[in-house]
């Protein structure tokens, strides 16, 4: 029965994440440590496992349909890199409860931004765009890959607002960009979990079976479902799971307020 609802919290991740371009690791970090009760360390690299397997499943299908930007892609990636990379080695020194608070912070960061701030009009996929503030877009890569190495969010929570907000990319080509990108992200921030032995391999496995499905759908779907509609469901879930990860995260930190 376990298997079952792993794979299930694994299907509506990798719709999610398709949809939106995050990867669904903003999802399941919440889905693993507060439904399955497993420790934040162990959460994090299942879910950066996850974040490959949707990148892999839905970016082949945007670059397929072309609405991917290949070049912003590869450019920005390099940064995330870096972060991830770094993001990663420092991971082992953060106490688990404080990084369920800064997760639970940037959730709520994230989902007050999907509703509070007007996205920029969007333009048709193969509509002409030009990306501006590639400083920006470059520092906020960096930054990025390092929450991804921290969070098992992929980095695609900050890049497709940033790209779409701070490069005024269309927001579809944002999150298939995101998408693209993630993986590369995911699978760099996971290398040192990894090295470390929390990696846990029957836990991945019904989540990426689960993920692949659902990442394959949403790529589909993408281009046929209200961007308006998605951002503000998705910024209402994000919105539980913070106050639910800031809750789990001050248990840890400050237990003698919550007895």
């Not at 991740?13 to 990867?23: E, P």
């Not at 690791?25 to 399955?36: D, E, K, R, T, Y």
């Not at 994230?110 to 193969?126: D, I, K, M, N």
């Not at 960009?177 to 991945?204: E, N």
Request: overall charge positive; some cysteine.
């Amino acid at each position: 029965m376990t298997v079952l609802f792993l794979i299930a919290a694994g299907g509506v991740a990798g719709l999610a994440g398709a949809l939106l371009g995050v990867g669904g690791g903003v999802v399941l970090v919440p889905v693993l440590v507060l439904g399955f009760k497993l420790p934040v360390e162990e959460a994090v690299p299942a879910s950066l496992m996850c974040v490959v397997a949707s990148s892999c499943a839905a970016a082949a299908s945007y670059v397929d349909k072309r609405m991917s930007d290949i070049r912003l892609g590869l450019t920005l990636e390099l940064a995330t890199v870096m972060g991830a990379l770094i993001g990663g080695l420092v991971a082992v020194y953060i106490a688990p409860a404080m990084v369920a608070v800064v997760f639970g912070l940037f959730a709520l960061y994230v989902g007050l931004q999907l509703l509070l701030v007007r996205s920029p009009q969007e333009e048709p996929v193969q509509g002409t765009y030009t990306p501006v503030n590639y400083p920006l877009g470059v520092s906020g890569s960096f930054v990025a890959g390092g929450l991804s190495a921290l969070l098992g969010v992929g980095g695609g929570p900050l890049k497709v607002p940033l790209m779409s907000y701070g490069m005024r990319v269309p927001f579809k080509v944002a999150s298939a960009t995101s998408s693209l990108m993630i993986g590369v992200t995911g699978a760099a921030s996971v290398a040192s979990y990894a090295w470390r032995g929390h990696l846990k391999l029957a836990l991945v496995s019904p989540l990426i079976v689960g993920v692949l499905a659902g990442a394959h759908g949403g790529s589909r779907l993408m281009p046929y479902v209200s961007t308006s509609l998605l951002k503000k469901l998705f910024a209402g879930l994000l919105l539980v799971v913070a106050v639910q990860m800031l809750w789990k995260g001050g248990e840890g930190l400050w237990p003698s307020i919550w007895k």
